[in-house]
């Protein structure tokens, strides 16, 4: 079964969303039906894969079926067992330092953008100073010190760690 396809872990966070249980069936006059808060009512599966899913948490003591007698009704509800809510929980906090990390690299790519922005702007700046210098070797080593800079921005804007690794490796070598 490919990993798109596992439905445990759906099942897993709808019942931890609601709180570590859920009435999943109920018995109406003999015959069991699906609660209106059931699962298969949650997540977007076909119902045998859902069941699939609600067997292998049992069986993997995640999950556990409990019966609840009243006044002329019979309540089964799934509920998380201790271990059940510690990996609901994992997960649940695995999800948000995930959220946490795309939303850095987001604000890293932008830092970076406007970085390199800024340093277009000054090398820009600086070639209209060197054409102002009067000796053409001096507007010409300018122009390659601009040149060289251009081409090192880019490769750290492409992978700055990387690059910085490089640049250091390359130093330790030479020294």
Do not use: C
């Given at each position: 079964?490919?990993?798109?396809?596992?439905?445990?872990?759906?099942?897993?966070?709808?019942?931890?969303?609601?709180?570590?249980?859920?009435?999943?069936?109920?018995?109406?006059?003999?015959?069991?039906?699906?609660?209106?808060?059931?699962?298969?009512?949650?997540?977007?599966?076909?119902?045998?894969?859902?069941?699939?899913?609600?067997?292998?948490?049992?069986?993997?003591?995640?999950?556990?079926?409990?019966?609840?007698?009243?006044?002329?009704?019979h309540v089964r509800q799934l509920r998380l067992?201790?271990?059940?809510?510690?990996?609901?929980?994992?997960?649940?906090?695995?999800?948000?330092?995930?959220?946490?990390?795309?939303?850095?690299?987001?604000?890293?790519?932008?830092?970076?953008?406007?970085?390199?922005?800024?340093?277009?702007?000054?090398?820009?700046?600086t070639i209209a100073a060197a054409l102002q210098?009067?000796?053409?070797?001096?507007?010409?080593?300018?122009?390659?010190?601009?040149?060289?800079?251009?081409?090192?921005?880019?490769?750290?804007?492409?992978?700055?760690?990387?690059?910085?690794?490089?640049?250091?490796?390359?130093?330790?070598?030479?020294?």
């Open positions: 079964m490919d990993p798109e396809s596992r439905v445990w872990p759906d099942v897993l966070d709808v019942i931890y969303s609601n709180g570590g249980s859920i009435t999943h069936w109920i018995e109406v006059q003999g015959e069991w039906e699906y609660h209106d808060s059931a699962v298969i009512y949650r997540i977007d599966a076909e119902e045998d894969r859902i069941q699939d899913a609600i067997d292998l948490l049992m069986s993997s003591e995640l999950l556990k079926r409990v019966d609840q007698h009243g006044k002329g009704s067992t201790k271990r059940g809510f510690e990996v609901a929980h994992e997960r649940e906090l695995m999800e948000k330092q995930q959220e946490t990390m795309e939303q850095q690299r987001e604000t890293n790519q932008n830092l970076a953008f406007f970085t390199l922005i800024l340093a277009f702007a000054a090398i820009i700046q210098l009067d000796n053409p070797s001096n507007q010409l080593l300018l122009l390659l010190i601009i040149l060289v800079l251009t081409i090192a921005i880019a490769f750290y804007q492409s992978n700055p760690r990387e690059w910085l690794q490089h640049v250091a490796r390359s130093l330790r070598e030479k020294f």
